[in-house]
């Protein structure tokens, strides 16, 4: 690996950035923001949802947003593997289309079981995406920037989280909960053609600079496995090196337990506003989004930096950066969901969130760079099959559970729990980390 610290090889200051890399960032940020709209759209319309003609309970609410996930966990392994095909762009786009229309046709269910199963079929289009774009991302710039643009990317993960938020409590209020998912779903229809127009680096000549040594600066654990005729890697030495890659699996295991967090207060933090503090649905939504406007923006953007920055001195840097930001966020966590005075509770909240967004731009560059560039795509569907097994399918559905036990109130002190988990779990892989020897596994 090459010393953290220099300032020549492949992935110096000099190294290009591939064509289209702009358009590309900019594109597939819109798609991802239109991609977490719909993700939040249901949370947002929960309690309306739960109170309408089909009568939907709390553990039934959590196994709605459960089984969008599950399909999202089942189908993104599928999808990775075509990830380093000179077509995934189409791929992608195809994916678009598939959970704007699953989307729209929510709105038009009279059933617990129709509105299950169109959610249900989203998560077979955001496969496509989610699994795909981070390694296109990853082809089109050099290591030494690739936490700031997953910042960037990553931003949408929050802003569309809010807008999901506040366009469902909105649209809910004038024009009910049915015309939120048409509102949602179909614009996402013209992101297909802005996709189909990009530059793939897998067929760009000027893509190959990166290729070949972007990631000289990051810490890889493992050597590249053969490739094959078109120059992707047999599925089988993919799985294996990922499955050896020590690195790779204490990273993806704090991410299930931050994705366990982040499913759990996405999809109750409506109703939790609701209940306990009653505040109105439609303002619950809109307090709701514009706080995870703010505390988004500035975690991504100041984590994108930070894990940058700290890379350059260790090469854990950005585990060192999501662990410890993550133990910070816990006891603020516990705060905000059992504090009663409204400003100590919006204070806290505010700065558990900024914490927790902290990690999402290192926490994916760290999962880029720990696997050769050819299975990055693989990588990135193996994390998502993990993470969600582990996190965000089953917490909303505990949740709902523990709910009718006994209170959303306590049922959501969950939450801080696992983020602790996945800040202790961070903690120690940065901590081996700098104990185990950077040279690549047999």
């Not at 309408?52 to 709605?64: C, K, N, P």
């Not at 380093?84 to 791929?91: A, S």
């Not at 793939?200 to 972007?214: F, I, V």
Request: aromatic fraction near 10%; charge should be neutral.
């Amino acid at each position: 690996m090459t010393d953290p610290h220099s300032t020549s090889g492949p992935d110096s200051d000099s190294t290009p950035i591939a064509r289209g890399a702009w358009a590309a960032l900019a594109v597939l940020t819109l798609v991802n923001l239109f991609n977490y709209i719909d993700r939040s759209i249901v949370p947002g319309v929960g309690e309306s949802i739960q109170h309408s003609e089909l009568h939907i309970t709390d553990s039934q609410f959590g196994v709605l947003i459960s089984a969008f996930l599950l399909v999202y966990m089942c189908t993104a392994p599928v999808f990775g593997a075509f990830g380093h095909r000179r077509w995934r762009l189409r791929l992608v786009a195809a994916g678009i289309a598939a959970w704007s229309i699953a989307t729209a046709l929510a709105g038009f269910a009279h059933s617990y079981t129709a509105l299950l199963s169109a959610r249900a079929s989203v998560g077979i289009g955001e496969a496509a995406y989610s699994a795909i774009a981070p390694a296109i991302l990853a082809d089109l710039f050099p290591a030494r920037l690739r936490g700031r643009i997953f910042a960037v990317f990553f931003a949408a993960t929050p802003v569309g989280t809010a807008l999901g938020y506040v366009i469902g409590g909105l649209v809910d209020q004038h024009y009910g909960w049915r015309v939120a998912f048409f509102v949602a779903g179909l614009p996402g229809l013209l992101l297909v053609a802005l996709v189909l127009m990009l530059i793939d680096p897998q067929s760009a000549d000027s893509a190959a600079p990166n290729a070949s040594g972007s990631d000289a600066a990051l810490p890889h654990r493992a050597t590249g496995p053969v490739q094959d005729a078109d120059g992707a890697a047999p599925s089988g030495p993919r799985i294996y090196l990922l499955l050896l890659n020590r690195p790779y699996i204490r990273t993806v295991l704090g991410y299930a337990a931050y994705t366990f967090a982040l499913g759990g207060i996405v999809t109750w933090m409506p109703s939790f506003l609701v209940r306990v503090h009653h505040v109105p649905l439609a303002s619950a939504d809109t307090q709701l989004g514009g706080a995870v406007v703010v505390t988004g923006f500035v975690g991504t953007f100041v984590g994108g930096w930070l894990g940058d920055a700290l890379v350059k001195r260790t090469r854990e840097g950005y585990l060192w950066l999501s662990g410890i930001s993550m133990l910070l966020a816990t006891p603020l966590a516990y705060v905000a969901l059992t504090a009663t005075d409204p400003t100590v509770y919006w204070a806290s909240l505010v700065t558990a969130e900024i914490l927790v967004f902290i990690s999402t731009g290192p926490i994916n560059s760290a999962l880029v760079g720990y696997v050769p560039p050819v299975a990055r795509a693989a990588a990135m569907a193996g994390a998502i099959v993990i993470i969600h097994l582990l996190g965000d399918v089953p917490s909303p559905a505990i949740i709902g559970r523990l709910s009718e036990l006994s209170s959303l109130a306590d049922a959501v002190l969950i939450i801080p729990v696992a983020i602790a988990i996945s800040g202790l779990i961070w903690t120690y892989a940065a901590w081996q980390g700098t104990r185990e020897s950077p040279v690549a596994a047999p």
